[in-house]
């Protein structure tokens, strides 16, 4: 049985190599990048790379909660809906507390690794840039096989079916709002809007209406979206099945 070490075990592992590794007899490295030690080098890379675009990090940034790093860019659009999660663990999180990630920055500019096409030795910091214009990675991106799917099918995919999982908001256009975050928005945003609007939830219903305006959109979403239909409701069976269903389970419990 082989033993692997956990991730932050690892982790500490290479940084412990990474230090002895450029140091020999007397005082530590300077100052400047150090080279990883034979074999780390991949490790070191993997390291420093962000989750969402597997690339070494770029203007990384670290959100305060749960301290998963990406690329400031990577993370734009976890910053744009109403109730952002870490791409990572999913832990919800405050966009006015993602902060700058100088650790890393100055991690990267420590380190050195060997360009996984030409070989050259790169800070990090520096490993984007070289890999982008590197003639043996493009060539070894330009003989990557294409993608074949494993067992080809012949099953039809349907397209016919409504989006009853995110909404968009009828007041302003907000999209990929689950029904919680859809009420937690026109709450906060649409408390005092007067207009009647169609209620996106019950219009992709099989039973909805798509032409009806409620009246007072916010108490119909307080009083009439508390739950989750897809917890309670048999989307292959129309209203009046819905009905009796509920009627005959209703009976069996008392």
């Known amino acids: 049985m082989t033993y692997t070490p956990s991730r932050p075990m690892a982790a500490a592992m290479l940084r412990s ?3 002895s590794g450029g140091a020999g007899p007397g005082p530590g490295p300077g100052p400047g990048p150090r080279d990883p030690p034979p074999g780390a080098a991949d490790a070191l890379e993997a390291q420093f790379s962000c989750p969402i675009c597997l690339e070494v990090y770029h203007r990384a940034v670290c959100i305060a909660g749960c301290g998963h790093t990406f690329c400031g860019e990577c993370l734009q659009p976890c910053l744009q809906v109403p109730s952002p999660l870490c791409p990572l663990c999913r832990m919800p999180f405050d966009p006015k507390k993602v902060e700058k990630a100088s ?4 991690q990267l500019s420590s380190y050195k690794a060997p360009c996984r ?5 790169v800070t990090l910091t520096k490993m984007r840039a070289h890999v982008s214009s590197c003639g043996k990675v493009q060539e070894q991106m330009a003989n990557c096989p294409k993608f074949v799917p494993v067992i080809p099918t012949s099953q039809p ?8 999982s995110t909404f968009v908001c009828p007041y302003c256009g907000a999209r990929n709002l689950d029904q919680q975050e859809l009420v937690k928005h026109c709450m906060e945003n649409h408390r ?9 939830v019950c219009s992709a219903m099989p039973w909805g209406d798509p032409s ?3 009246a007072n959109f916010l108490q119909h979403l307080l009083h009439r979206h508390k739950f989750s239909y897809d917890t309670f409701v048999d989307y292959s069976i ?8 509920a009627l005959a389970l209703s009976l069996s419990e008392n």
């Not at 129309?238 to 269903?245: G, M, R």
Request: glycine fraction near 2%.
């Open 17 to 19: 190599l990474l230090v």
């Open 103 to 106: 650790n890393v920055e100055k």
């Open 117 to 121: 096409g030409c070989s050259k030795k």
């Open 157 to 164: 995919i349907p397209s016919n079916i409504p989006n009853r």
């Open 192 to 200: 005092n809007d007067p207009n009647k609007v169609v209620c996106p």
């Open 212 to 214: 009806y305006k409620s």
């Open 238 to 245: 129309d209203e009046e099945a819905a009905l009796q269903a």
